[in-house]
């Protein structure tokens, strides 16, 4: 008997490891649906026609643009911009062979990517002055930093942190919302522990913990053209180029910068 009410526990004790142990396998967290991220256009300033914007940048009370040009015409930009008149302050064009594509701000530096001529120029931040160059493969879409890592994006759900003295890839985060893979991550911001990213040819900006890679939140900002500047760009232009593209933010006023590219208008956002 002794050696039956012995088995019969050992049975029963094996029984519940192997039960939890099949929970346990079974539990695969997903990804929540993201939140709705509110806002309010707070002031609405004159923006380039003629920029095809793909960076986007606030420094020293005045934006900083990095442009591309579709037709590769020698329009490919950096400039400094005066934020009332949206007009350039100070400014390098490109050569023609290349396409300008995002830019960021790091230790006295500006680093600019190009689309698919696997360049990144770095200048001087208050001369433009050209200090050096990288090589990298894949395309150039986007680029933010952290204040120590650049990151950068190829238009895949990708994002890529690279070392500003070599420019070596140190980490790779994938990002998705509750649907898989969000891919054609375009302009970025790094904003508080966030980044905030353009979704090319849509008009959507979405907000990533870089942690995860997940997507927390998303805004729509569908109607903001046509109500700023109705007919300023038809539909099939917006369709087909002129889409938002360009997140910049002023950390001592609280304030996003928003625009896109050969947008005639620049808002400024108050995330709620």
Known sequence: MKYSILFLTLLSL????????????????????????????????????????????????????????????????????????????????????????????????????TYKEYKCFVYDFTTFKKLGEFSYTGQGWGMTNDGKYLIMDDGSNNLYYRDPVNFQVVKVVGVTDNNGPLASINELEYVNGFIYANVYTTNTIVKIDPATGNVVAKADFSYVLNKYAPGAISDEDQANAAVLNGIAYDSVGKRFFITGKFWPKLFEVKFN
């Open 14 to 113: 094996l029984s519940a490891c192997t039960n939890t142990t099949d929970t346990d396998n079974t539990e695969i967290p997903q990804n929540t649906v993201p939140a709705v991220l509110n806002y309010t256009i707070t002031n609405v300033y004159p923006h380039n026609t003629g920029s095809y914007t793909e960076g986007l940048e606030w420094h020293d009370n005045a934006i900083y643009e990095s442009t591309g040009d579709p037709d590769y015409k020698g329009k490919s930009k950096l400039a400094k911009i005066d934020l009332l008149t949206g007009k350039d302050i100070q400014k390098i064009t490109l050569a023609k062979e290349y396409f300008g594509e995002g830019m960021t701000v790091l230790n006295g530096k500006i680093y600019q990517l």
